[in-house]
């Protein structure tokens, strides 16, 4: 008696899995400028993602694992598969606070064009705009990894120091002169 538990001193925890599915028609999907050079697909899209989230007084975590895919039965070579890892890692002392955010993506390029940032960075099983990547065609793969350390200490009320680290790693499955080279 009088003694916490274990897990009370654990905090706050979820754990919150999410999936999607739908059907996904696409008539021009690697996105060509090239009149008669479209691709048209269609087929089912499945978007998954769980979400571990705790908070302590002092810390607070989250990881979010994210996969995506699409399968198109009548053209498998326009298949693909997408996987994300996001993780955020705060601790807040008395006058200064330590953050780690980190990311992992290794996702297909469809050409000219990447589906929207998995992870935090979109609604599950919404496709999103895309982003463009360059000139290139080709379907590739690309790996992508970011880590970004923080410190902020205090001062004053109104005045802080503040310290950050940014690293990004991207590797292409294909090499593509003048578009799409790996780089640190």
């Given at each position: 008696p009088g003694q916490p538990s274990f897990w009370a001193d654990l905090g706050d925890w979820s754990f919150d899995p999410k999936i999607t599915a739908g059907h996904e028609y696409d008539d021009?999907?690697?996105?060509?400028?090239?009149?008669?050079?479209?691709i048209k697909v269609s087929g089912a899209a499945v978007?998954?993602?769980?979400?571990?989230?705790?908070?302590?007084?002092?810390?607070?975590?989250?990881?979010v694992p994210r996969l995506r895919s699409s399968f198109f039965p009548g053209d498998t070579a326009e298949n693909t598969d997408?996987?994300?890892?996001?993780?955020?890692?705060l601790h807040k002392g008395e006058k200064s606070s330590a953050s780690i955010d980190s990311?992992?993506?290794?996702?297909?390029?469809l050409g000219r064009y990447f589906p929207?940032?998995?992870?935090?960075?979109g609604g599950l099983g919404d496709p999103g705009t895309?982003?463009?990547?360059?000139?290139s065609t080709i379907n590739n793969r690309e790996d992508r990894f970011a880590f970004v350390p923080g410190l902020t200490f205090d001062l004053t009320e109104r005045y802080a120091i503040e310290l950050r680290a940014q690293y990004l790693d991207v590797a292409f499955d294909e090499q593509?002169?003048?578009?799409r080279q790996d780089y640190s």
């Amino acid at each position: 008696p009088g003694q916490p538990s274990f897990w009370a001193d654990l905090g706050d925890w979820s754990f919150d899995p999410k999936i999607t599915a739908g059907h996904e028609y696409d008539d021009n999907h690697r996105r060509t400028d090239v009149p008669g050079e479209e691709i048209k697909v269609s087929g089912a899209a499945v978007d998954a993602q769980v979400s571990l989230h705790g908070d302590t007084q002092r810390t607070s975590f989250s990881l979010v694992p994210r996969l995506r895919s699409s399968f198109f039965p009548g053209d498998t070579a326009e298949n693909t598969d997408s996987g994300y890892l996001d993780l955020s890692l705060l601790h807040k002392g008395e006058k200064s606070s330590a953050s780690i955010d980190s990311s992992y993506s290794s996702r297909e390029t469809l050409g000219r064009y990447f589906p929207s940032s998995g992870g935090s960075g979109g609604g599950l099983g919404d496709p999103g705009t895309g982003e463009g990547v360059g000139q290139s065609t080709i379907n590739n793969r690309e790996d992508r990894f970011a880590f970004v350390p923080g410190l902020t200490f205090d001062l004053t009320e109104r005045y802080a120091i503040e310290l950050r680290a940014q690293y990004l790693d991207v590797a292409f499955d294909e090499q593509v002169q003048n578009d799409r080279q790996d780089y640190s």
